[in-house]
T-cell receptor, first 112, second 115 residues
Framework: AQSVTQLGSHVSVSEGALVLLRCNYS??????LFWYVQYPNQGLQLLLK??????LVKGINGFEAEFKKSETSFHLTKPSAHMSDAAEYFC??????????FGTGTRLQVFP | ETGVTQSPTHLIKTRGQQVTLRCSSQ?????VSWYQQALGQGPQFIFQ???????GRGNFPPRFSGLQFPNYSSELNVNALELDDSALYLC??????????????FGEGSRLTVL
């Protein structure tokens, strides 16, 4: 069975500060890992994904995430937050299918 | 731009009623998945359709059913609505192929309120 845990349901940062959203996974098979973003009243948009190969994955809007097998983590980072980054972020895992298991989400607030 | 469209965007039903939600997949995509997102939660996988056949189901009762049509559009039907069915229902399309890496394209969802 697979599962995802997102630590911190709310994260607040100042504009220009580092963004760090935490995700830990559990999987009995090599996982495929994803980060999605959801803006208010919208569907989910893929930020980035890890399948195989390079463990540091770069995504859209300046976000990146690093797959750490030893820590079963896939934390999302961005060096400098922008007001437009305020949204809900979801980490997800799959077993090489397109049936995703999502975490409960982290709401990111960015203050000026 | 994802190209996945859902209708209706909002609807209100009463307990015991039935509801049908519709989804038009992104052009060229042959797989559609439905997710339920309760308030404050992450999306939960309901089921997936590939070439008009169910291709996997999550932990949802049989009163949740679906259809996929030859043009790859899809419906989600829920019978005997319960209060806990109130949620945002998300449709996602993808292109099933060898080495599929799970890139789903989501619609904006249908928000169902059951009173």
């Amino acid at each position: 069975a697979q599962s995802v845990t997102q630590l911190g349901s709310h994260v607040s940062v100042s504009e220009g500060a580092l963004v760090l959203l935490r995700c830990n996974y559990s999987s009995s098979v090599p996982p495929y890992l994803f980060w999605y973003v959801q803006y208010p009243n919208q569907g989910l948009q893929l930020l980035l994904k890890y399948t195989t190969g390079a463990t540091l994955v770069k995504g859209i809007n300046g976000f990146e995430a690093e797959f750490k097998k030893s820590e079963t983590s896939f934390h999302l980072t961005k060096p400098s937050a922008h007001m437009s980054d305020a949204a809900e972020y979801f980490c997800a895992v799959s077993d090489n299918t397109d049936k995703l298991i999502f975490g409960t989400g982290t709401r990111l607030q960015v203050f000026p | 731009e994802t190209g996945v469209t859902q209708s209706p965007t909002h609807l209100i039903k009463t307990r015991g009623q039935q509801v049908t939600l519709r989804c038009s997949s992104q052009s060229g995509h042959n797989t559609v998945s439905w997710y339920q997102q309760a308030l404050g939660q992450g999306p939960q996988f309901i089921f997936q359709y590939y070439r008009e056949e169910e291709n996997g189901r999550g932990n949802f009762p049989p009163r949740f059913s679906g259809l996929q049509f030859p043009n790859y559009s899809s419906e989600l039907n829920v019978n005997a609505l319960e209060l806990d069915d109130s949620a945002l229902y998300l449709c996602a399309s993808s292109l099933a192929q060898r080495g599929n890496t799970g890139e789903l394209f989501f619609g904006e969802g249908s928000r169902l309120t059951v009173l």
